[in-house]
T-cell receptor, first 111, second 111 residues
Framework: DVKVTQSSRYLVKRTGEKVFLECVQD?????MFWYRQDPGLGLRLIYFSYDVKMKEKGDIPEGYSVSREKKERFSLILESASTNQTSMYLC??????????FGQGTRLTVV | DAKTTQPPSMDCAEGRAANLPCNHS???????VYWYRQIHSQGPQYIIH???NNETNEMASLIITEDRKSSTLILPHATLRDTAVYYCIVKGDNQGGKLIFGQGTELSVKP
């Protein structure tokens, strides 16, 4: 079975903390994605990576950065967490062609 | 901005066919039509995709109009477990092919 694994299902962090969300895929996929999902706003793309060390901004990159040092791992970093970053975060991976596979999501609460 | 338009919600009787429409009038020649669905509290799940020919798999059928400006996802015998948000996405199959979600259609299958 193909697998995209997000490090935590639920996470609670304090305002101002540096937060790392980790995503690992075991399918040797080139493309990896980070989204956030909020009620009424759907899934919004934060960052996208199409190769190791390569990244592109999505629709809402402000307040976030990413790291892709190895092909299988794509990390989302909240440099200084704020309450408006409370959300469901979803990671996905895909080949350049074909379908994407999603993780189960990390529900982050910033207090 | 998403390049597709879908109705926000639809109902379907259990056991009947669910026909979900999608408009993608600005689709480019190298862009595929992808369908995903998201059941509550889970990551999105790939259903089917196509370029210009109709496609069928064990989950659904995809009908793409000849001009490729619209498509219909057909669930031939909807069950209660098909209740979900269905997303239609157009995506180029190349290295930089971002996966951008619109608002989707919330399908409710009723007994």
């Amino acid at each position: 079975d193909v697998k995209v694994t997000q490090s935590s299902r639920y996470l609670v962090k304090r305002t101002g903390e540096k937060v790392f969300l980790e995503c690992v895929q075991d399918m040797d996929h080139e493309n990896m994605f980070w989204y956030r999902q909020d009620p009424g706003l759907g899934l919004r793309l934060i960052y996208f990576s199409y190769d190791v060390k390569m990244k592109e901004k999505g629709d809402i990159p402000e307040g976030y950065s990413v790291s892709r040092e190895k092909k299988e791992r794509f990390s989302l970093i909240l440099e200084s967490a704020s309450t408006n970053q409370t959300s469901m975060y979803l990671c996905a991976s895909s080949l350049p062609y074909g379908e994407a596979f999603f993780g189960q999501g990390t529900r982050l609460t910033v207090v | 901005d998403a390049k597709t338009t879908q109705p926000p919600s639809m109902d379907c009787a259990e056991g009947r066919a669910a026909n979900l429409p999608c408009n993608h009038s600005t689709i480019s020649g190298n862009e595929y039509v992808y369908w995903y669905r998201q059941i509550h509290s889970q990551g999105p799940q790939y259903i089917i995709h196509g370029l210009k020919n109709n496609e069928t798999n064990e989950m659904a059928s995809l009908i793409i109009t000849e001009d490729r400006k619209s498509s219909t996802l057909i669930l031939p015998h909807a069950t209660l477990r098909d209740t979900a948000v269905y997303y239609c996405i157009v995506k180029g199959d190349n290295q930089g092919g971002k996966l951008i979600f619109g608002q989707g259609t919330e399908l409710s299958v009723k007994p």
